[in-house]
């Protein structure tokens, strides 16, 4: 199994409240993903980095910041949390990443699950 | 614009019956990658198959099997003889840019 962990896998906050998540992987992948899964949506991509410091907005990305300051983790930040952020939250890695030279298969965390009340 | 519609929302079948679910693609690009995921009822998400926009042969794995159309951008996936542990959410995803996700279409097999 790829090593990818997140944290926490589950929090109940309450609106107006910031919130990280907490991506960690022992694979020295160079590309991290944050996506969101909610019904009749499948996944939707919040944001992503392609590097230490790099990174850049997805579909979804309102509402939502990250950082990067070491490889293996990618930390993902909501400032102040609303209802429509509840939602799972997947963290993934790849290899390669958004360019044509060649797209690597993403492998994904367990997922945390945030309601935010 | 990039967009993946999975029309069937649920689909339901008694186990060893064969079971195909569409996956229909929007690119404007020529160099793309097509994927399928499944969700099973545990949360986490498992590769099953990439396929590049310029190789249409049609793949088998076992009991699964894809068939790739670029002239009609359909990307479907088909199991053979079901059985209940292929009970998941099974979702198609295309790459160029970013990768984009259909909506998933849930698969019950019961006994």
């Known amino acids: 199994d790829a090593g990818i962990t997140q944290s926490p896998r589950h929090k109940v906050t309450e609106t107006g409240t910031p919130v990280t998540l907490r991506c960690h992987q022992t694979e020295n992948h160079r590309y991290m993903y944050w996506y969101r899964q909610d019904p009749g949506h499948g996944l939707r991509l919040i944001h992503y980095s392609y590097g230490v410091k790099d990174t850049d907005k997805g579909e979804v990305s309102d509402g939502y910041s990250v950082s990067r300051s070491k490889t293996e983790d990618f930390l993902l930040t909501l400032e102040s949390a609303t209802s429509s952020q509840t939602s799972v939250y997947f963290c993934?890695?790849?290899?390669?990443?958004?360019?044509?030279?060649?797209?690597?298969?993403?492998?994904f965390g367990a997922g945390s699950r945030l309601t935010v009340l | 614009a990039q967009k993946v519609t999975q029309a069937q929302t649920e689909i339901s079948v008694v186990e060893k019956e064969d079971v195909t679910l569409d996956c229909v693609y929007e690119?404007?690009?020529?160099?793309?990658?097509l994927f399928w995921y499944k969700q099973p009822p545990s949360g986490e998400l498992v590769f099953l198959i990439r396929r590049n926009s310029f190789d249409e042969q049609n793949e088998i794995s076992g009991r699964y099997s894809w068939n790739f159309q670029k002239s009609t951008s359909s990307f479907n996936f088909t199991i053979t003889a079901s059985q209940v542990v292929d009970s998941a959410v099974y979702f198609c995803?295309?790459?160029?840019?970013?990768?984009?996700f259909g909506a998933g279409t849930r698969l019950t097999v019961k006994p």
């Open positions: 995803a295309l790459f160029n840019n970013d990768m984009r």
């Open positions: 993934a890695i790849s290899e390669s990443g958004h360019s044509n030279s060649g797209a690597n298969v993403l492998t």
């Open positions: 690119t404007r690009d020529t160099t793309y990658y």
